[in-house]
């Protein structure tokens, strides 16, 4: 394992909800964010515009020009999706907020032409430094993103298409409003789900993800058919769990594919994106495949060949146990009841164990950086690793597992706000 240096956190995360049409600056989210409450009166909605002249490293295929955020090239998009248009984002910067919120809407003042596409999607930070999934928000009341909990701290991403003629949109403006809708929320499931699902073997060295990562040889990642559980470029915001004949990894979610891009299938029928007939945990390309579902084909009409729920970068598919495609269970690690904090790691192969020791059984490895959940922290077997020394380790509860303090890239041994096991 070799030590890497501490990084600050993305200065952006993103948020997905498709605009299909021009849209102009909704009058409503005109101000500023904050704002104070009359006397016995609600609070008023929290109110920004978005910067999109702050086009960064962890922006993909986008530009900013005389007034306006567009392709850089009509051309280029995620290798895994081969004849998509063109297509490029932006990740935002998060908003601070005076007060929790849980519903987001978003004007857009943007020229979309025939074809084209802009999708806004938002996000919020959990209490335990994670994040929520990214949702699409629109500026109506019924098409606002509606956040599993409430948060005060709200992020954006925009996602441009290109038209297959070649036209591509242009956005001159993003304003987003958050406020408190009292309505209930589904409660999430007490663990992370996990699903058996059908694995092809992305390769495409060279190419570019989604996300905007160069693609090397031995990577270590996976492609899921949905923006909406997608790591900003270089973090691992969003990662899975895969358990093939050899061994389980974690490894995040860098691309979109196999075959769809609007697939959560992960997701309750209720609030999945597309294909919303199919039951939870059946991807709509294993469907079609399968079953013949929406005529063997997939959203753009291409005949499924396989029924691959996830793509898995080379380096991943060979550490499972793959020498071709094959079935694998895939936990997805964000999901789930979300209770402990949030830290991350440091390192390569950092090794998961079933016990505090290092000669207990290896029930997976963190192939590299990776934000870990920690219920609980123990005294274990005394370590030395890289000029430092420790006897505490964290429990790993999605991976049912302990790694040792040392891997986790904070200053303190024990660490903070984490209760003893």
Known sequence: MRRTPTRSRWRRVALTGAICAAAVAHPAYAGAAGGTAEAGGPAP???????????GADDVNVRYVQGDLRLR?????????????????????????????NRVRAGLDARVPAGAEVAVDVRGRAPDGGWTEWLPAGADAAEAARLPFAVT?????LTLRAAGTGAAPSVQGLRLRADTDAAPRASAAAAPLTYRLFATREGLVGGTTANGHVIQPNDHFVALPSRRGLSPKGSAEYSVQVCGPARCETAPVWDVGPWNTKDDYWSP????????????????????????????RDEFGRRVANPAGIDLADGTFYNVGLNDNGWVD???????????????????????RQASTTSSAVLT????????????QERGERITYDGHTNDAWAYLPDYGGYISNIFIDVADAWLPGVPEC
Request: aromatic letters at 8%; charged letters at 20%.
């Open 45 to 55: 909605p929290a109110t920004w515009r978005a910067d999109l002249a702050d086009v």
């Open 73 to 101: 090239s009509q051309t280029a998009a995620p290798a895994s999706l081969r004849s998509v248009p063109g297509e490029g984002s932006q990740v935002l910067a998060p908003e601070r907020l005076g007060r929790p919120v």
């Open 153 to 157: 701290e709200v992020q954006a991403r």
């Open 269 to 296: 029928p209720s609030v999945r994106e597309s294909w919303r007939d199919l039951p939870q945990g059946m991807p709509e390309a294993q469907a079609a495949y399968q079953n013949g579902y929406n005529g063997g």
């Open 330 to 352: 895939v936990t997805f690690l964000w999901t789930g009841d979300q209770t402990g904090k949030r830290f991350p790691t440091w390192g390569t192969d950092v090794r998961v």
């Open 365 to 376: 490895t963190l192939p590299g950086p990776t934000q870990v959940r920690v219920e609980c």
